[in-house]
């Protein structure tokens, strides 16, 4: 997949207030400082697209870009969907009640939004498994939304305590998983694991087309 051009549209406060939805579209969510900032501007190839910064918890809306691309740089036949950023989980310095508000807004958007194709969980490679990215990833697999692992900062340890954090990861998994998800490993930096994660939304808005004309 190229992609030809991404363009941010607007950050919504609620599901509700999200854009049709008429296109597929693919979330992004993580820890806060798990570097999905990064991970979604190298995607796009465009530094300035989504805003990083080194305070947590930055995002706090649901922040929809349009994504216009083709299966080849050169090609005219254009595929729009949705990239969607979506407020991280963790530490981010809020109230409770501010928390809560925060945590309904992203379950209500995760459960309702009926043009969710895929929920891409970012989990940091370098560290072992946390409690929060299993427990959030089992509250998807309870309300039955497709997701997909992505293991970043592969750049920023050393290759053999990066797979042994991705095994331990997985290995946690199966205890309460029947079937794993697919997982790619990432570096924002490097641009590693890009195209692989290109090719299978790719694949996925093939499949939405096909589903959409039936």
Not at 143 to 161: A, G, M
Not at 173 to 198: A, D, E, N, Y
Request: glycine share 4%.
């Amino acid at each position: 997949m190229h992609i030809k051009k991404a363009t941010y549209l607007i950050s919504s406060p609620s599901f509700e207030k999200c854009p049709a939805s008429d296109k597929a579209e693919y979330a992004f969510i993580g820890r806060s400082n798990v570097g999905k900032s990064s991970l979604i501007n190298m995607l796009c190839n465009n530094d300035k697209l989504a805003k990083t910064s080194n305070s947590p918890g930055k995002t706090q809306m649901i922040n929809h870009f349009e994504i216009a691309s083709v299966l080849k740089a050169g090609e005219f036949n254009e595929t729009k969907w949705y990239l969607v950023d979506l407020p991280g989980y963790g530490f981010a310095k809020i109230s409770q009640s501010s928390r809560r508000r925060w945590e309904q807004m992203i379950e209500n958007y995760l459960r309702k939004r009926e043009n969710l194709t895929n929920v891409f969980v970012l989990i940091d490679s370098r560290h072992t498994p946390q409690k929060l990215d299993l427990d959030f990833i089992q509250k998807l697999a309870l309300w039955q939304i497709p997701f997909t692992l992505v293991f970043t900062k592969s750049d920023k340890e050393k290759q053999s305590v990066v797979s042994k954090n991705i095994k331990l990861f997985l290995e946690k998994l199966r205890t309460t998983q029947q079937f794993l998800p697919q997982h790619f490993i990432t570096s924002s930096v490097k641009k590693t694991g890009r195209t692989k994660i290109l090719d299978l939304i790719n694949e996925m808005n093939i499949d939405s087309k096909a589903g959409r004309s039936l």
